[in-house]
Protein backbone atom coordinates (compact mmCIF):
# COMPACT_ATOMS: atom_id res chain seq x y z
CA UNK A 1 0.00 0.00 0.00
CA UNK A 2 1.30 3.08 -0.92
CA UNK A 3 1.04 5.88 2.07
CA UNK A 4 1.71 9.87 1.59
CA UNK A 5 4.99 9.20 3.60
CA UNK A 6 6.67 7.43 1.20
CA UNK A 7 6.45 10.34 -0.86
CA UNK A 8 9.47 12.73 -0.61
CA UNK A 9 8.04 16.25 -0.04
CA UNK A 10 9.21 19.66 1.72
CA UNK A 11 12.82 19.44 3.26
CA UNK A 12 13.39 15.92 2.27
CA UNK A 13 13.03 16.63 -1.55
CA UNK A 14 15.14 19.43 -0.98
CA UNK A 15 17.98 17.63 0.24
CA UNK A 16 17.77 14.49 -1.92
CA UNK A 17 16.68 15.96 -5.02
CA UNK A 18 17.39 12.73 -6.86
CA UNK A 19 14.82 10.60 -5.27
CA UNK A 20 12.01 10.20 -7.99
CA UNK A 21 8.34 9.99 -6.60
CA UNK A 22 7.51 8.75 -10.24
CA UNK A 23 9.64 5.69 -9.56
CA UNK A 24 7.84 5.13 -6.55
CA UNK A 25 4.60 5.27 -7.84
CA UNK A 26 5.58 3.19 -11.33
CA UNK A 27 6.54 0.12 -8.79
CA UNK A 28 3.31 0.24 -6.48
CA UNK A 29 1.30 0.57 -9.83
CA UNK A 30 2.70 -2.41 -11.64
CA UNK A 31 3.03 -4.61 -8.05
CA UNK A 32 -0.64 -3.75 -7.37
CA UNK A 33 -2.12 -4.12 -10.64
CA UNK A 34 -5.41 -5.85 -10.63
CA UNK A 35 -6.83 -8.63 -13.11
CA UNK A 36 -8.59 -7.67 -16.32
CA UNK A 37 -11.68 -9.30 -15.92
CA UNK A 38 -14.22 -9.44 -17.89
CA UNK A 39 -18.07 -8.18 -16.74
CA UNK A 40 -19.39 -11.36 -16.53
CA UNK A 41 -15.94 -12.53 -14.61
CA UNK A 42 -16.94 -9.60 -11.72
CA UNK A 43 -20.88 -10.42 -11.71
CA UNK A 44 -20.09 -14.00 -11.18
CA UNK A 45 -17.33 -12.54 -8.42
CA UNK A 46 -19.35 -10.95 -6.58
CA UNK A 47 -22.02 -13.26 -6.43
CA UNK A 48 -19.17 -15.52 -4.84
CA UNK A 49 -18.83 -17.74 -7.90
CA UNK A 50 -14.77 -17.45 -7.51
CA UNK A 51 -14.56 -17.82 -11.84
CA UNK A 52 -11.10 -19.13 -12.65
CA UNK A 53 -9.63 -19.94 -8.96
CA UNK A 54 -10.97 -23.67 -8.51
CA UNK A 55 -7.40 -24.89 -9.87
CA UNK A 56 -7.56 -28.29 -9.42
CA UNK A 57 -11.59 -29.00 -9.57
CA UNK A 58 -13.49 -30.73 -12.49
CA UNK A 59 -15.53 -28.78 -14.79
CA UNK A 60 -18.45 -30.74 -13.18
CA UNK A 61 -17.71 -29.30 -9.33
CA UNK A 62 -17.49 -26.00 -10.98
CA UNK A 63 -21.12 -26.36 -12.88
CA UNK A 64 -22.72 -27.68 -9.56
CA UNK A 65 -21.64 -24.75 -7.69
CA UNK A 66 -23.26 -22.55 -10.49
CA UNK A 67 -26.06 -24.24 -10.06
CA UNK A 68 -26.11 -23.77 -6.10
CA UNK A 69 -25.81 -19.87 -6.54
CA UNK A 70 -28.41 -19.57 -8.84
CA UNK A 71 -30.78 -21.75 -6.50
CA UNK A 72 -29.26 -19.59 -3.54
CA UNK A 73 -30.07 -16.18 -5.07
CA UNK A 74 -33.50 -17.34 -6.35
CA UNK A 75 -34.48 -18.33 -2.70
CA UNK A 76 -32.72 -15.22 -1.10
CA UNK A 77 -35.05 -13.21 -3.46
CA UNK A 78 -38.18 -15.50 -2.96
CA UNK A 79 -37.48 -14.69 0.75
CA UNK A 80 -36.78 -11.09 0.24
CA UNK A 81 -40.11 -10.51 -1.45
CA UNK A 82 -41.92 -12.40 1.61
CA UNK A 83 -40.33 -10.07 4.12
CA UNK A 84 -41.92 -7.25 2.22
CA UNK A 85 -45.13 -9.01 1.95
CA UNK A 86 -45.03 -9.62 5.88
CA UNK A 87 -44.01 -5.88 6.81
CA UNK A 88 -47.03 -4.63 4.67
CA UNK A 89 -49.28 -6.98 6.14
CA UNK A 90 -48.17 -5.83 9.53
CA UNK A 91 -49.07 -2.33 8.25
CA UNK A 92 -52.25 -3.47 7.68
CA UNK A 93 -53.34 -5.25 10.85
CA UNK A 94 -51.98 -2.13 13.17
CA UNK A 95 -53.52 0.59 10.79
CA UNK A 96 -56.06 -1.07 9.06
CA UNK A 97 -59.80 0.45 10.41
CA UNK A 98 -61.84 -2.43 8.61
CA UNK A 99 -62.13 -5.62 10.66
CA UNK A 100 -62.36 -7.72 7.69
CA UNK A 101 -59.11 -6.71 6.07
CA UNK A 102 -57.63 -7.07 9.55
CA UNK A 103 -58.93 -10.56 9.89
CA UNK A 104 -57.66 -10.95 5.70
CA UNK A 105 -54.10 -9.74 6.68
CA UNK A 106 -53.75 -12.20 9.93
CA UNK A 107 -54.65 -15.17 7.80
CA UNK A 108 -51.27 -13.65 5.30
CA UNK A 109 -49.16 -13.04 7.87
CA UNK A 110 -49.73 -16.70 9.04
CA UNK A 111 -49.47 -17.81 5.48
CA UNK A 112 -46.23 -15.63 4.56
CA UNK A 113 -44.65 -16.94 7.72
CA UNK A 114 -45.48 -20.63 6.76
CA UNK A 115 -43.58 -19.52 2.73
CA UNK A 116 -40.38 -17.82 5.18
CA UNK A 117 -39.97 -21.36 6.92
CA UNK A 118 -40.26 -23.42 3.54
CA UNK A 119 -37.88 -21.12 2.22
CA UNK A 120 -35.46 -21.59 4.76
CA UNK A 121 -36.18 -25.53 4.79
CA UNK A 122 -35.58 -25.78 1.47
CA UNK A 123 -31.87 -24.08 1.41
CA UNK A 124 -31.15 -26.20 4.12
CA UNK A 125 -32.23 -28.90 2.07
CA UNK A 126 -30.57 -27.80 -1.48
CA UNK A 127 -26.77 -26.98 0.69
CA UNK A 128 -27.07 -30.20 1.93
CA UNK A 129 -27.49 -32.52 -1.18
CA UNK A 130 -24.93 -30.08 -3.43
CA UNK A 131 -22.81 -30.53 -0.61
CA UNK A 132 -23.12 -34.54 -0.47
CA UNK A 133 -22.78 -34.13 -4.68
CA UNK A 134 -19.49 -32.40 -4.17
CA UNK A 135 -18.14 -34.82 -1.86
CA UNK A 136 -19.07 -37.83 -3.94
CA UNK A 137 -17.73 -36.17 -7.24
CA UNK A 138 -14.15 -34.79 -5.64
Known amino acids: ?14 ANP ?6 LL ?3 V ?3 QWTNDSFVEQVLKV ?3 NVGEQSGT ?11 GIINIALGLLAF ?3 IILIYNFFIIFFGKEKE ?3 SAQKAVKRVTFVILIIGLSWIVVSFLFWVVGIIIK
Open 58 to 68: SQVVTVFTYAQ
Open 26 to 28: KTT
Open 47 to 49: FGF
Open 81 to 83: ISV
Open 18 to 23: SSDPSE
Open 101 to 103: GIE
Open 1 to 14: MLLAQDFPYGDDFI
Open 30 to 32: IGN
